[in-house]
């Protein structure tokens, strides 16, 4: 696989996280909207939940904790520098919601079928009951 199969912008289709005792979870359930998009310039990804709750404590700096933990659970961004080798694409994270990924990498496994992509990572929990695949399902914009 090569950049110019996946460059441009990306709808997302679906998240799901596979678990392998059989159980498949969906961390932003069923109806998402967003896109992952990739460019000379970098990647930037942007997924979620649809129809997020609005804030009704506050303002964005002065909502209450729970509205914003909730803000924080409907909602992923990141951003950054990207390659691909073979089928393994990676993300030089420079930017995201979540600190811990600023300044690492995320490696996704991807297949690429007509204007269908398919990105999967492992979790960090192998050979325990949280153990899954998480698969993200992008369609060609």
């Known amino acids: 696989m090569e950049n110019l199969d996946i460059k441009g912008r990306w709808a997302i289709q679906a998240w799901e996280q596979i678990f392998e005792d059989g159980r498949v979870t969906y961390p932003m359930g069923t109806e998402l909207e967003g896109f992952m998009?990739?460019?000379?310039?970098?990647?930037?990804?942007?997924?979620?939940?649809?129809?997020?709750?609005?804030?009704?404590?506050?303002?964005?700096?002065?909502?209450?904790?729970?509205?914003?933990?909730?803000?924080?659970?409907?909602y992923l961004t990141y951003a950054g520098d990207w390659r691909i080798e073979g089928n393994v694409v990676t993300h030089a994270v420079k930017h995201c919601l979540f600190p811990n990924w600023v300044g690492g990498e995320q490696k996704r496994y991807a297949e690429l079928k007509?204007?269908?992509?398919?990105?999967t990572t492992h979790t960090l929990e192998a050979g325990t009951s949280e153990a899954r695949v998480a698969r993200l399902t992008f369609e060609r914009v």
């Open 37 to 74: 998009e990739y460019g000379p310039n970098g990647m930037f990804c942007a997924i979620t939940k649809k129809d997020r709750a609005q804030f009704t404590t506050g303002g964005q700096w002065n909502a209450s904790d729970a509205e914003k933990a909730l803000a924080y659970n409907t």
């Open 114 to 119: 007509g204007d269908l992509l398919s990105l």
